[in-house]
């Protein structure tokens, strides 16, 4: 029964110190990786300053000869998601990746010297600083999908009260972008309206929009616009529904999400806190059986 409970105490504390160990090198990591970007700036703005900087730039120029056309075109596409952030292109991520994983295989090697570990853990870490990057490129993307959903319901009520208000689509759209939030989708909004007044055509613009942010809600929403200008709708009418239904949607997900919590929670429950449980409760019967009753 004893050597159950101990191991059972075992295991638990491994796993919780793993864990534990592992998020904490994570965010290490996390860490380190934005003040190293954070050294980058745009070379339209003023050049490159920083020592991360020149060596991402250095190494991109290097990579731009032996880039694959797919992995170029899909993290262009990606990076555009994203917002294209610190100006990076498709050989600036590239040039990261292997600097990531190198950092990781000398963090391995630093490891395996110290600890007495397998060569693997070392491949490992140089691994996960391969991919380390390609995680934070859509995160990027995630982050400001999430930012446009947010301000969608708030920029398409404007915009509606202005059509409705008698302004054609150019100046509510011009509204919009003027009395909006701050934002990606107030940026995205004014170079719609910056093409508009370029010559460019309604569903040209909103066209381009839609294929730069890929989201579906946004997509739904343009499409609809599109549509209702082709078949001579009325505007006002039109954007009323969709504001309508984006509330709706928006409800629905924030339904959906709330019914995936308990699902989520799992993985806290089993990795830190059930460990910390058994060690506090089983603890000290595991010591009595182990030691004696240390009081008598």
């Not at 170029?72 to 555009?80: A, D, I, P, S, V």
Request: a positive charge; charged letters at 20%; glycine letters at 10%.
């Amino acid at each position: 029964m004893s050597d159950i409970l101990t191991n059972t105490l075992m295991g638990g504390a491994a796993l919780m110190f793993a864990t534990s160990a592992g998020f904490l090198g994570v965010g290490v990591y996390q860490n380190y990786f934005s003040q190293f970007l954070s050294e980058v700036r745009d070379d339209s703005a003023g050049g490159v300053s920083g020592i991360g900087a020149v060596t991402i730039r250095k190494l991109g120029a290097l990579n731009r000869r032996l880039m694959w056309p797919g992995y170029e075109n899909k993290m262009r596409k990606k990076l555009t998601k994203g917002g294209e952030p610190h100006a990076f292109k498709p050989e600036d991520i590239m040039a990261l990746q292997e600097i990531c994983a190198v950092v990781g295989l000398l963090s391995g090697l630093i490891l395996i010297n110290a600890l007495d570990e397998n060569l693997a853990w070392s491949l490992a870490f140089a691994l996960f600083g391969m991919y380390y990057p390609l995680i934070w490129v859509n995160d990027q993307v995630t982050k400001r999908h999430l930012q446009i959903s947010r301000a969608l319901p708030y920029s398409l009520d404007l915009l509606t009260l202005s059509v409705e208000a008698g302004l054609d689509f150019t100046g509510a759209l011009a509204k919009v972008v003027e009395k909006g939030k701050a934002g990606p989708l107030r940026e995205e909004l004014q170079i719609v309206l910056k093409q508009l007044k370029m010559g460019k055509t309604r569903e040209e613009a909103l066209k381009a929009m839609i294929a730069r942010v890929d989201l579906p809600a946004l997509t739904t929403f343009v499409t609809a616009l599109i549509q209702a200008d082709k078949m001579g709708t009325s505007l006002g009418k039109v954007l009323r529904i969709q504001s309508t239904q984006l509330r709706i949607d928006r409800t629905q997900r924030a339904e959906k999400l709330a019914g995936e919590a308990p699902v989520k929670m799992l993985f806290p429950l089993i990795a830190c806190i059930f460990p910390t449980v058994f060690m506090v409760l089983f603890g000290p019967i595991v010591f009595q059986f182990m030691f004696g009753d240390v009081g008598g």
